[in-house]
């Protein structure tokens, strides 16, 4: 998420993060009293916040990380034994709910990717913008970007940068990383940024900065940030009863392709069966989500000159029916396979 899950504001930090297609999220939740709705993307908590004060509910607050779930003792003082907040990944949401007493909620949103509090701390390593460690954990275990770069093949690395960064000149930028870390390893974002710039160059009037795609696909790498995607809203499907609502905000064509086959194949009637052709072979499962927009919603002009960030955001929505929760599907969804393991 380039936009920010909400605003640090919203949870007692400084007012610089702005939580991105709040209005909308809130019409496609439709939060009332009493009901229990999880947001798998804490963040800063904007929007928690907006909901708890829509209506008398709870909310499950889950983020992996600690630094966003610090944020939330705040907005729980703020709201009394009506914020939960839990650490971990929102595709644990069913376990995270059941340790919280829930085996159902009313709704789920989730404000995909990095947020501006990530963003916009350059110790965290996510942004070319300002120098810092080339780090790009949403967590705190396992490698670092810095471990990747400086250890995974050219042909891996490219991998990486072409399928996950869409970054079309891929091999040339993982052949400069190769041959930059053969003189000294790669530890900052400013250093990962210079070698990409000058293999691709910058067009003065460019407004997009050459790096922006590989850093997109290292991130999106080393926090398995797809998978996690598909599979926490198969969770949410499993998670939500009938008549819930689930949101979902993307920032990139690679997000957006997930969540809009995720729809599409829950709310699209079972094919009718033809007395002219052979019985199709597997299980056909009923639909399972109600859309409530049919195409994605986008921010109004307004909302993209006070947040520029914004911009590139999706809006999806669907309501949960009563049928069964479809079997996930990774390669169905459009969920990127890479060649090798770390």
């Excluded at 920010?4 to 999220?25: D, F, K, N, W, Y």
């Excluded at 995607?229 to 920032?251: M, P």
């Excluded at 986008?298 to 911009?311: F, K, S, T, V």
Aim: charged share 25%; with cysteine.
């Amino acid at each position: 998420m380039m936009a920010g899950r909400g605003s640090t504001a919203a949870a007692g930090g400084p007012a610089r993060h702005i939580p991105v297609m709040l209005s909308e999220v809130l019409a496609a939740l439709e939060p009332k009293d009493s009901q229990t709705i999880v947001d798998g993307t804490f963040g800063a908590g904007g929007y928690s916040r907006a909901i708890l004060d829509r209506a008398n509910c709870k909310i499950i607050a889950i983020d992996r990380d600690p630094e966003a779930f610090r944020l939330s003792g705040q907005l729980a003082e703020d709201y009394p034994g009506r914020l939960l907040a839990v650490l971990g990944r929102y595709s644990e949401m069913e376990a995270l709910a059941a340790s919280e007493g829930f085996a159902a909620v009313d709704g789920v949103t989730l404000d995909l990717g990095v947020s501006s509090m990530q963003l916009d701390e350059p110790a965290r390593g996510f942004s070319f913008m300002q120098e810092g460690p080339l780090d790009m954990r949403m967590g705190q275990g396992g490698p670092t970007a810095s471990d990747i770069v400086n250890a995974l093949s050219e042909q891996e690395l490219a991998e990486i940068l072409f399928k996950l960064g869409e970054e079309r000149r891929a091999r040339a930028i993982a052949k400069a990383i190769v041959a930059r870390r053969a003189e000294a390893p790669i530890t900052t974002t400013a250093e990962l940024a210079a070698i990409v710039e000058r293999v691709l160059g910058r067009k003065h009037d460019d407004k997009k900065h050459p790096a922006t795609r590989t850093f997109q696909g290292l991130r999106l790498y080393l926090n398995d940030e797809l998978d996690e995607l598909a599979k926490g809203l198969s969770a949410a499907e499993r998670l939500l009863r009938a008549g819930g609502r689930l949101a979902v905000v993307t920032f990139h064509s690679l997000e957006d392709r997930i969540a809009k086959r995720f729809f599409l194949s829950r709310s699209e009637p079972p094919p009718r069966a033809s007395r002219h052709l052979p019985e199709a072979a597997g299980e056909i499962f009923a639909p399972s989500f109600r859309l409530l927009n049919r195409r994605p919603l986008e921010p109004n002009q307004a909302e993209i000159r006070r947040n520029p960030r914004a911009r590139s955001a999706r809006l999806r929505a669907a309501e949960r029916t009563e049928a069964p929760a479809h079997p996930l599907d990774l390669a169905a969804l459009g969920v990127p396979r890479l060649g090798f393991c770390m």
